[in-house]
């Protein structure tokens, strides 16, 4: 009889833990329990990755009844009800959540409804006072969205809080400039809202593909989102009050919009002062500035387990914490804070510790999307990387798409490959278009096996498609 309750004990219930909890009890034959304080499915399930596509969906229909006149069909505008929306969104959570603890208990995993903590390197404590034992203890507690360090930071929302509006804000402003805040400023102006988007860098979406950047940007612009670069805001008060009234007054376009000034607290409209010096008043102020690890309280640092910089967990290259009983995967490691990968980092600490197959995480070339509108689709270097390490050959187009074109649209799509002049390998594949992050799952296999620009070269064409451009790009654009 083993001398621990189980073999392992997972903490947290999100993609990364639920993947390494089945897997080890149902392929592995492990005993295995599992703590999740919140909701089962994690992040990317509740509050992020699932709900946020769906929004997405939604918003797209917006520009539909346009684009159906120009081809022929007599389709009058549509209204959006945030309130049907909602109601279908809840349920489909509730039924992915159902999916995620039938999975659990199928695979024999033994779950409780608690917070748990780590007490030493083989003891976890449950919120509901029951302390557990196992041989291996596996922390995939993910990570939360933060606000600012600023005064009245409590009166703006977070992304956890977008899913849970009773209804939809008429003028938001979008702090951030990364792929959350640019990925909500197309969801909230495609259901209807007005869109203010303030970012204090010089462009949007920073470590991405500058080209591609540059070009999102501009059709966020064009479809009518307020975007300012080299702006963020110095200081915030709930209309009606002192404080509020000491800024300023906002411009008198408040009434034309129904702005209440008659409600002083977090649920009323709120005044803004940005860097630039304007004032202006919304709805509600949407911070999408960051996120961090959820370490605080675990008790990790007393076992002598390192801690980064924004608390992340330390780990090495097989997930594994300076306490050898005790792992760490997914976002609260802050590696590559991807669904897809937080499930690979699970497959490879069961592999490692389960099955007798030491397995590093593999975090090289992953595709990645980002469902602004257009989409923008990545894997491996941008053309900034790359030229910073050899010498390159940069292939790229950019253009209207047929269907775009035809209905007078002025949105443009962009492919972009990335050279080694030395080797002809592919380094990098950018695409900037409807249907990017479908475009790109494929284009990734092509470049995680190191295809040459002439193995692309050699792929004959689908045609008409915005992609076949990546296979017919003959002559460089430029050589850096």
Not at 22 to 44: I, P
Not at 67 to 82: E, L, M, N, Q, V
Not at 296 to 322: C, F, H, M, P, W
Not at 354 to 364: C, L
Request: some cysteine.
């Amino acid at each position: 009889m083993s001398e621990f309750d189980y073999d392992l004990f997972v903490i947290g219930g999100g993609s990364g833990g639920v993947r390494a909890a089945r897997v080890a009890a149902g392929e592995a034959g492990a005993k295995v329990a599992l703590a999740e304080e919140d909701r089962y499915g994690g992040t990317c399930v509740i509050r992020g990755c699932v709900p946020k596509k769906l929004m997405v969906f939604a918003s797209e229909y917006r520009d539909m009844p346009t684009a159906a006149r120009a081809y022929g069909w007599d389709i009058p505008d549509g209204t959006f009800s945030w309130d049907a929306f909602r109601a279908k969104l809840n349920a489909e959570l509730d039924r992915l959540e159902g999916v995620y603890r039938k999975l659990l208990a199928g695979s024999g995993v033994e779950t409780f409804d608690a917070r748990a903590t780590v007490k030493d390197a083989h003891t976890v404590v449950l919120s509901t006072g029951e302390e557990k034992t196992a041989k291996h203890i596996l922390v995939a507690t993910g990570g939360r969205p933060v606000r600012p360090d600023m005064p009245n930071a409590h009166l703006g929302m977070v992304s956890d809080d977008i899913f849970h509006l009773e209804k939809l804000p008429q003028r938001v402003l979008i702090i951030g400039g990364g792929y959350i805040a640019c990925e909500f400023a197309g969801i909230l102006h495609g259901l209807g809202c007005e869109v203010t988007q303030f970012y204090r860098g010089a462009q949007i979406l920073r470590g991405f593909d500058e080209e591609a950047r540059g070009l999102i940007a501009d059709a966020m612009k064009d479809r009518g989102i307020d975007l300012h670069t080299g702006t963020t805001i110095v200081e915030m008060h709930c209309v009606g009050t002192p404080e509020a009234d000491a800024m300023g007054e906002a411009p008198v376009e408040n009434a034309q919009y129904g702005l209440k000034t008659d409600k002083a607290d977090a649920n009323g409209p709120v005044r803004v002062k940005a860097t630039n010096g304007t004032i202006r008043d919304f709805d509600a102020v949407f911070f999408a500035t960051g996120r961090r690890p959820n370490t605080d309280g675990l008790g990790l640092e007393a076992l002598g387990i390192e801690l980064g910089r924004n608390g992340a967990v330390e780990v090495d290259e097989y997930s594994q914490t300076k306490v050898p009983s005790i792992y760490a995967i997914g976002d609260v490691t802050d590696r590559v804070n991807l669904t897809p990968v937080a499930i690979r980092e699970g497959m490879a600490f069961v592999n490692t510790v389960f099955h007798g197959n030491p397995t590093p995480v593999d975090h090289d070339l992953i595709p990645s999307a980002v469902f602004t509108q257009p989409e923008l689709g990545t894997v491996g270097l941008t053309e900034e990387e790359a030229a910073e390490q050899e010498e390159i050959e940069v292939y790229a187009t950019s253009f209207r798409p047929m269907q775009t074109a035809f209905a007078d649209g002025s949105g443009r799509v962009m492919m972009k490959l990335i050279v080694s002049k030395a080797n002809r390998t592919v380094l990098g594949c950018h695409i900037v278009a409807p249907g990017a992050g479908e475009m790109i799952q494929l284009a990734g296999i092509a470049v995680k096996m190191g295809a040459t620009k002439e193995d692309f070269d050699r792929t004959v064409a689908v045609h008409p498609t915005m992609s076949e451009e990546i296979v017919t790009m003959r002559n460089p654009t430029r050589t850096v």
